[in-house]
């Protein structure tokens, strides 16, 4: 197996019981999934988007993590939003205007 360069996670606010309960649920982030992929298929960027439990960031909901980098994204609330991040990331750093760590 390969693994991508990048692993993009999405918070959907999944709790230990399996219910999305949470603030990014709320705001819609499970919905920008297929966005996001449809991005990264377009970009031809290498990497994987995955859906997540409760980040424990929940102020800043939604919260979208880029790794390796380590980025933490807050507020991600659009499609505008999602857009400024991975043109970041393709130009190899991060959307400032998100990061919350
Ligand atoms: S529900 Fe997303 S960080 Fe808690």
């Not at 692993?7 to 230990?16: K, L």
């Not at 939003?81 to 991975?86: S, T």
């Amino acid at each position: 197996m390969e693994k991508p360069k990048y692993h993009i996670c999405v918070c959907a606010s999944f709790r230990a019981g399996g219910d999305p309960k949470g603030v990014c649920h709320k705001k819609g982030s499970s919905g920008f999934l297929s966005y996001i992929e449809n991005e990264i298929l377009e970009r031809g960027l290498d990497a994987q988007v995955t859906s997540t439990g409760c980040m424990k960031a929940c102020d800043y909901g939604p919260v979208m993590v880029v790794y390796p980098e380590g980025h933490w994204y807050g507020n991600v609330d659009s499609e505008t939003a999602i857009d400024d991040i991975l043109d970041a990331l393709e130009g190899g750093g991060p959307a400032a205007q998100y990061l919350i760590a």
